[in-house]
Structure formats: structure tokens, C-alpha cells
């Protein structure tokens, strides 16, 4: 359990970690690349109202007012951008060609992009490392293209080196927090151990005695006859003497069920076995069960421990069944897996809080679920670990009066 526990918290704490260094990469370099991008279209914006040009790039033309130039522009970067334009009628003929101010796109080049473009369609967007602009003049039709390719290395170095940091970081905290829950949980896990040995160990114990008790009864029976205070003494023996049975398996269960030999074993034969059983004393309540169990199914576990599981459910059904109904038993195959399910009708209807408790131990749902039916509040707390130790789950539902424990057992 206290395995299963750290396992669970280690998984939460690392996938919450991975989330938030995911969405932290994610949304720095979204915002580095929208960034990107509007700075490109402010540019592209700019040469669309210049007519594809900037005038004062001629040795002729006088440098710009600072009010000139979009705000947060420096004035270097019309000196440093690097563009080309195309103009073309609606037939896609192409009119001019700029190419004066880039050198590595020439005009075969560029009259290849112009035309990707017009044939997608988009007004803005991207064409290998350019940012393109279309604009509609009366018929004719001009693309501006905008080399983006030093920015947009910038922007790969940065996602890379975003991304590596964060892998760094995740692996180094993961180890950390590992580290740490290891150290936090291990006085739990030591605790836990002892309670569980304390357990075995004091039912041990405890059988000794109990053992001299019921036979030093049995004899003061024989000697004095039949008595009152005898019989009610060997009643409270027998019952505690089970108790104790059933801790003892219950600590044992939790704390070496998973180490229980598992071989490929018929089920269905198992819990054919094991449910006929409870022939005599259903018909002796005047009830009756109902079966409903698939041939040939295999599962892998161990056979004891399963038909203990079927004994349990199918006694917890027989002792808080109403008088005169159907216990029904089912095993079916569901998938990867075995579906064993046992129902009953109840006197009493089981809240939805209540069903999430059954399987504590000493939990009984209501009132009438007390020691005068003979059980002690193991039981499914004993099937709990059954199933659990065969990596299954167990699970309890009630639909109108019908009250049904499903146990999953992988196949």
C-alpha cells in the first residue's frame, strides 16, 4: 500500500511538474514567435504604403522623421530588411519585379513564390523563411516578401535552448522530488510495516489462548451439561477466534499479496466449486442462487485466493439478503479481463457515501448489518485484498433493492 501510494504521488507530482514546464516552453516561445511575426507584418505594412520601397534608401532621398516610422520601429531596420516584390495583373501575369534589395532571390525565384501565393490564396503568411503581404491595387495585384530568416533562426536557437533547459530542469526536480518522497514517506512506510507485523503477530499470540479456552469449555460442557453462561462463552470464543483468523489473513494479504505464486489456473471451475457449497445453507434460508458462469475461462492468480474471494462475496450476499430471494453469481468475460459479480436483494437501500466505505474494514452500511448475522466487518475488506493483490479491482453498486459487488480480475 505504501509502495502504491508513493508510486501515485511520485506520478502526480512529475506529470504536474512535465505540465508546467510544457506550458512554460509553449507559451514563452508562442509569444517570441507571435512577436516575430508582428514585427514582420509592420514592416510588410510599411513597404505596402510605400509602394514596395523605401524612398529615402536612394542616395537622393532624405532620411525619414523618427514620426515616420511605426512606433517601437528602429530607424536601422529599414536599412537592415531585406525584401522583394512582384506585381502581377488578375490573370496572374507578372507586370514587375523588384529583387533589388535582397541577393539571394532572383527573378525566376521570386516569380515561383509570387505564384505559390496568388494559388493559396492567403493574404498573409510564410513561403520557406519569408513573410509575405498581398495587396490589391485597382486590378493589379502586389506581393511584398519579407526575408525573416535571421529571425527566424533566432527563434529556433531560442526554442532549443528553451527546450533543453526545461528537459534539464524536469529531470533534475523529478530526481529531487523522488529523493524527497522517498525520505518523507519512509517513516510512514516503516510505521505501516509494524502495524501490519503487530497484527500477525498478536493474532498469533492471541490463538494460544483462545485455543485453551474453547477446549477448557468444551470439557466444562461435558462435565456440567448443558449451561447457559458454557454455551454463550464458546459462542463469543468461536466468534473472536475467526476475527482473529481473519485479521491475520487480512495483514498477511496486504502485506504479501503481491508475492502470492500466480499460475494460469480454469476460474470458471474454481468458482463453480467454490459457489456450490453454499448449496445447503442457501436452501436452508429458503433461498436460492441463481449462476451464471462462462465455461473454459483462464486467469492467472492464485486458485485458493480466488475461490476464499467467491466464499466471502457469496457469504456476504447470503447474510444480508432479504428472506426468500435470489442470490445471483456471474463470470463473464469482459475484454482483457474477468468479470465475477454477485447480487442480492436488500432490506435496506445503501446510499452512495456508504458504498465507498464498504470495503473498510469493520464497515458495516447501516444498523441491521451487525453481529447477530455472524460477520465482522472483514470480509470485503479481505476481497479488497484479494483482488487488489492479482492487480484487479473491486467495486460495489445498488440498483433499486439489488445490492452488487463486481470483482475485475485481469486475464
Known sequence: MIKKLRRRLIILSVSALLAFFLILVLAMNLINYTSLKREADVTLDMLANMS????????SSPEPDADALPPDMSPEVPHESRFFT?????????????????ATVDDERAREFSLKVVSNGDERGFIESFRYLRTERGSNVTVTFLDCGRRLDVFRGFLLTSATIALAGF?????????????????????????????????????????????????????????????DIGRQTKRLTELTNELVTLARMEEYGAELPKIDFPISEVVT????????????????????????????????????????????????SKDSSELTLTLRK?????????????ENAIS?????????????ADPSRNSET????????????????????????????????????PI
Not at 452512495?352 to 458495516?364: I, S, V
Open 171 to 231: 529531470i533534475l526536480l523529478s530526481v529531487i522530488i523522488i529523493l524527497v518522497f522517498n525520505k518523507i514517506l519512509r517513516p510512514v512506510a516503516i510505521s505501516y510495516e509494524k502495524q501490519k507485523r503487530f497484527i500477525t503477530d498478536a493474532g498469533h499470540e492471541i490463538k494460544t489462548p483462545l485455543t485453551i479456552i474453547g477446549a477448557n469449555v468444551d470439557i466444562l460442557a461435558m462435565e456440567i451439561g448443558e449451561n447457559e453462561c458454557v454455551e
Open 334 to 346: 469482459q475484454g482483457k479481463n474477468v468479470l465475477l459479480s454477485v447480487s442480492n436483494e436488500v
Open 273 to 320: 466449486e467454490a459457489i456450490e457449497a453454499f448449496g445447503a445453507p442457501t436452501r436452508a434460508q429458503g433461498k436460492r442462487i441463481v449462476t451464471d458462469i462462462a465455461p473454459l475461462l483462464t486467469i492467472k492468480g492464485d486458485a485458493a485466493s480466488i475461490s476464499r474471494l467467491v466464499g466471502i462475496l457469496a457469504d456476504n450476499a447470503l447474510k444480508y
Open 52 to 59: 514596395g520601397k523605401f524612398p529615402w534608401l536612394d542616395d
Open 86 to 102: 512582384v506585381t502581377m495583373t488578375g490573370a496572374c501575369e507578372i507586370i514587375a519585379i523588384d529583387t533589388r534589395r535582397i
Open 374 to 409: 455472524g460477520g465482522h466487518g472483514i470480509g470485503l475488506s479481505l476481497a479488497h485484498a484479494i483482488v487488489t493483490s492479482h492487480g484487479g479491482k473491486i467495486t460495489a453498486a445498488i440498483q433499486g433493492s439489488v445490492f452488487t459487488v463486481t470483482a475485475t480480475l
Open 352 to 364: 452512495a457515501d456508504e458504498l465507498e466505505h464498504l470495503f473498510d474494514r469493520f464497515y458495516r
